[in-house]
């Protein structure tokens, strides 16, 4: 049976648009105290996987600030408000960032991204019967579309290609689904 750790002291350090940072005082089960970070992230966010009617896959590729580098990802973001539902958040996100829109999407998969320090939370959907529009990016987005096969993001995966834990998740999950027919 695993001790129980007790957090005595929570400090605000850092208030961001969407993220808080926190130093949390933990008493260890041995008495002892140590720091930990703890990062809330205060919206959660919702994805989708966006399958077109042939099986593959619409992609966005982006600049990543943390990585320093481009990713290539399923289309994501936060939600508007505490309240909006994560699948309005997943819909305007496949229209915002790849231009499709779709009346067929269905929950695929609920994500704790990293549960070491944080506690973001992500809804993934599935799309389907996509029908084409345009891109309505934010200000602060350059996205390009890119459409892969799963067969090539599962590749690309297991090449160390595709890293983002939520896109990673949705293509295995989506794999699985598939498999299972």
Same mark, same amino acid.
């Given at each position: 049976?695993?001790?129980? $750790? ?5 400090? $605000?350090?850092?208030? %961001?648009? &969407? ?8 008493? $260890?089960?041995? %008495? ?11 919206? %959660?966010?919702?994805? =989708? ?20 580098? @481009?990713? +290539?990802? &399923? ?6 408000? $505490? !309240?909006? #539902?994560? +699948? =309005? ?8 960032? /790849?231009?499709?829109?779709? #009346? #067929? ?7 704790? /991204? ?7 939370? &992500? ?7 996509? =029908?084409? %529009?345009?891109?309505? +990016? ?13 067969? @090539? ?13 939520? !896109? =990673? ?7 699985? +689904?598939?498999?299972?027919?």
């Amino acid at each position: 049976m695993i001790e129980i $750790l007790k957090r005595i002291k929570r400090e $605000l350090v850092y208030k %961001g648009s &969407i993220l808080d940072i926190y130093k949390d005082t933990m008493q $260890l089960p041995n %008495g002892k105290t140590e720091e930990w970070d703890y990062v809330a992230h205060r919206m %959660g966010a919702a994805a =989708v996987l966006p399958v077109l009617p042939d099986g593959r896959i619409v992609m966005v590729r982006q600049y990543r600030n943390a990585l320093e580098r @481009e990713t +290539l990802e &399923i289309p994501a973001g936060c939600r508007d408000s $505490l !309240t909006e #539902d994560t +699948l =309005v958040s997943a819909s305007r996100e496949l229209e915002e960032e /790849t231009g499709y829109h779709s #009346d #067929d999407i269905s929950f695929l998969i609920s994500l704790k /991204t990293t549960v070491a320090f944080c506690n973001e939370s &992500i809804d993934v959907y599935l799309a389907k019967n996509l =029908v084409k %529009g345009e891109q309505h +990016l934010d200000d602060a987005e350059a996205i390009e579309v890119e459409i892969h096969s799963l067969d @090539e993001l599962c590749d690309m995966i297991y090449k160390g290609q595709l890293q983002d834990s939520k !896109t =990673v998740s949705a293509i295995l999950a989506y794999s699985n +689904l598939v498999n299972k027919k």
